[in-house]
């Protein structure tokens, strides 16, 4: 679990870090610190796609996930209720301020398939790119709402640590085929994220997120039909 740990930790140094500036971050560097956290995503989104392209045996289940996977979203509302969720719990500036970190560190493709990856393959590589991430945005937050921000990392670190457990259980279901369609998706929803962190297109991405089920209920009807 190291790159929780890392990304637990990228957390508690940003809110340190942020606390320490206190008068908050001008908001032309923070735009230039989110630009560059935009671009990465939508790289690493869009390099998670095409590595994973060719090895794919089902080349029309990426699409079939994003249209069903964003429909059923859409129809739940994930993101306005998130959003709703998030002023209920605003009532203090602390309060307000932790909603929001919580949201932006725990519920995203980065936050979910990193555990993934870290707990199948040993491969961190998502982890320590979402602790980046996560560090710049610590450092913002805590900025403006101050060192209350680290109670934060305690919750990402829970978050992480239970996809962790659950893949590493779940090793024999989570076969190569069946990871490489979940990164395909995964990765589309990395790359909407830096478009929307980017300013340039709000995909809502929260709606996107049980497109990364649907691989997972398909590869689970095969394994039944097979078995029959």
């Known amino acids: 679990m190291i ?12 809110s340190l870090l942020g606390s320490a500036l206190k008068k908050g971050i001008n908001e032309k560097y923070q735009e230039a610190l989110y630009t560059a956290m935009g671009l990465a995503a939508t790289g690493l989104g869009i390099n998670a796609v095409v590595s994973n392209m060719s090895g794919s045996q089902y080349p029309v289940l990426f699409i079939v996930s994003l249209a069903l996977g964003s429909l059923l979203g859409t129809i739940l509302n994930i993101d306005g209720k998130f959003q709703g969720l998030m002023g209920r719990l605003g009532k203090s500036e ?69 996809i962790y457990l659950g893949a590493t259980y779940l090793q024999s279901f989570l076969t190569d085929s069946l990871m490489a369609e979940i990164t395909i998706v995964g990765g589309f ?23 990364l089920v649907v691989p997972v209920l398909f590869f689970l009807i095969l ?6």
Do not use: E, R
């Open 94 to 162: 602390l309060g307000k301020g932790l909603s929001t970190g919580i949201l932006l560190y725990c519920i995203g493709s980065l936050s979910i398939l990193g555990p993934m990856q870290s707990a199948l393959y040993g491969d961190h590589t998502y982890l320590f790119t979402n602790a980046t991430l996560d560090f710049v945005t610590s450092t913002v937050l805590a900025s403006t709402y101050g060192i209350g921000m680290a109670l934060a990392a305690p919750v990402l670190f829970c978050w992480q640590g239970a």
């Open 3 to 14: 790159g929780t740990i890392v990304n637990t930790g990228t957390i508690l140094a940003g």
């Open 189 to 211: 929803l990395i790359a909407a994220s830096g478009l929307s962190i980017l300013n340039l297109k709000d995909c809502k991405t929260l709606n996107m997120l049980p497109a």
């Open 223 to 228: 394994k039944v039909v097979s078995g029959i």
